[in-house]
Each structure stands twice: as structure tokens, then as C-alpha cells.
């Protein structure tokens, strides 16, 4: 008897079809909902930096030169892409398959955690906050841009109407709040800018630094 498959399993699966076409799929949302934001939130990154759900690398090519780059994706096919534009953008970063629920690194071992537009599809988005405050050190950063549920109620109405298919179709929730997760697991909202009728967060958020 095959073993039930977990909405982790369901997600990478999803993740591995839909990577070959991903990158053409979003630049039509990225151009009208988050021009600019890649290239912000790399910006912000500083130390060792980890990127969670790193998928086909689009990232890589804003990040500073020089800084100690890692980031790892639930999907091989994803990061399979990611390997090869990290080669041909000269990126030195150590990437691996890995789940942003249960991250493979220890307490403490990085000072700037990005996630761009990830938390959406992730299945338990509340324990991969907790996981990016674990492996910060204190004093760390979490740089965060995601698509939100709009305080528009007109806007939210239409969100909740798409929400039912783009859940049960490509398990991307557009109603999540990640700022109640965030402060949840301990972090100080340092800075917050909402975009596009407030339907996109740009955040950057702080792991208490020890007294």
C-alpha cells in the first residue's frame, strides 16, 4: 500500500511540475505586483545570508558581491535551475534540497534570513517562521516580501474569490498574514511598507539581540 502523501510531499510535486515554466509564469505578477522588490530585499541582506525557498535562483543576481551566500528549496527541479544560474552569474552560494519547516542548520548560524514570495505556498507557514527565528543569530534580520490579504475590503473580497482555486490549484494561499506569524515567533517588525493597495508587504523583521 502506497504511504499517504503530506502537503509537503503534495508541494514539492508541485513544485517539480511547475518549475521548467515558474520563471515565465511570474514575470507577468512580478512586473505589475513586485517591480523593484527582488532587488530591495537583496539589498538588505548583510553577514552570512541565507535564502529560504530560493526556488529557480531569481535572486541571485541582486545580491552584494562578496557576501556568504546559502539557500536551499523544497523542489530538486527548482533548485536544479537555481544550480545552473547561479554557474552562469559567477554566484559563489551553497545550495540544497530542504524543507523551510524543518531547516537543516543549526541554531544560530546566520545573520540575514531573505524569503521572497514563498510563504504563500509553503504548507505550515507559521512553522517556517520559527525555523528562519531559530537559525538567525541574535540581532539577525528576516527580509521578507510576500503578497497579503489586502485591508481594501472590495480588494479582499476579490482575493478570497481567487483564493479558492489558487489554493486547491497551486497551493498558493493569498490571504495569509505573515506579520501575525512574525511577531508570533518573536520578532520586532523594524520596518514595514505596503504596496499595491496593500496587497504586497515588504517587511524587514528582528531577532532580539541578546542584553
Same mark, same amino acid.
Given at each position: 500500500?502506497?504511504?499517504?502523501?503530506?502537503?509537503?510531499?503534495?508541494?514539492?510535486?508541485?513544485?517539480?511540475?511547475?518549475?521548467?515554466?515558474?520563471?515565465?509564469?511570474?514575470?507577468?505578477?512580478?512586473?505589475?505586483?513586485?517591480?523593484?522588490?527582488?532587488?530591495?530585499?537583496? @539589498?538588505? /541582506?548583510?553577514? +552570512? $545570508?541565507?535564502?529560504?525557498?530560493?526556488?529557480? =535562483?531569481?535572486?541571485?543576481?541582486?545580491?552584494?558581491? !562578496?557576501?556568504?551566500?546559502?539557500?536551499?528549496?523544497?523542489?530538486?527541479?527548482?533548485?536544479?535551475?537555481?544550480?545552473?544560474?547561479?554557474?552562469?552569474?559567477?554566484?559563489?552560494?551553497?545550495?540544497?534540497?530542504?524543507?523551510?519547516?524543518?531547516?537543516?542548520?543549526?541554531?544560530?548560524?546566520?545573520?540575514?534570513?531573505?524569503?521572497?514570495?514563498?510563504?504563500?505556498?509553503?504548507?505550515?507557514? @507559521?512553522? /517556517?517562521?520559527? +525555523? $528562519?527565528?531559530?537559525?538567525?543569530?541574535?540581532? =539577525?534580520?528576516?527580509?521578507?516580501?510576500?503578497?497579503? !490579504?489586502?485591508?481594501?475590503?472590495?480588494?479582499?473580497?476579490?482575493?478570497?474569490?481567487?483564493?479558492?482555486?489558487?489554493?486547491?490549484?497551486?497551493?498558493?494561499?493569498?490571504?495569509?498574514?505573515?506579520?501575525?506569524?512574525?511577531r508570533g515567533a518573536g520578532f520586532e517588525v523594524e520596518s514595514l511598507e505596503r504596496l499595491k493597495l496593500g496587497?504586497?508587504?515588504?517587511?524587514?523583521?528582528?531577532?532580539?539581540?541578546?542584553?
Open positions: 500500500m502506497n504511504e499517504l502523501r503530506t502537503p509537503t510531499d503534495i508541494a514539492r510535486e508541485r513544485w517539480d511540475r511547475m518549475a521548467v515554466d515558474y520563471d515565465r509564469s511570474i514575470a507577468f505578477f512580478e512586473r505589475i505586483l513586485f517591480g523593484g522588490g527582488r532587488e530591495w530585499a537583496c @539589498s538588505q /541582506a548583510t553577514g +552570512e $545570508v541565507v535564502e529560504i525557498a530560493v526556488g529557480t =535562483g531569481r535572486n541571485l543576481a541582486f545580491y552584494p558581491d !562578496g557576501l556568504p551566500l546559502a539557500g536551499l528549496d523544497l523542489s530538486p527541479q527548482m533548485l536544479r535551475l537555481a544550480t545552473e544560474r547561479a554557474h552562469k552569474l559567477r554566484r559563489d552560494i551553497s545550495l540544497q534540497v530542504g524543507d523551510a519547516q524543518r531547516l537543516p542548520f543549526a541554531d544560530a548560524s546566520f545573520d540575514t534570513a531573505v524569503c521572497t514570495l514563498a510563504l504563500c505556498s509553503i504548507p505550515n507557514d @507559521s512553522a /517556517a517562521v520559527r +525555523e $528562519v527565528f531559530r537559525v538567525l543569530r541574535p540581532g =539577525g534580520q528576516f527580509v521578507l516580501i510576500e503578497h497579503v !490579504g489586502s485591508p481594501n475590503p472590495f480588494v479582499r473580497a476579490a482575493q478570497w474569490v481567487a483564493d479558492q482555486f489558487t489554493v486547491r490549484l497551486e497551493g498558493d494561499h493569498l490571504l495569509r498574514e505573515p506579520l501575525v506569524h512574525l496587497i504586497v508587504e515588504r517587511v524587514v523583521a528582528r531577532k532580539p539581540a541578546r542584553d
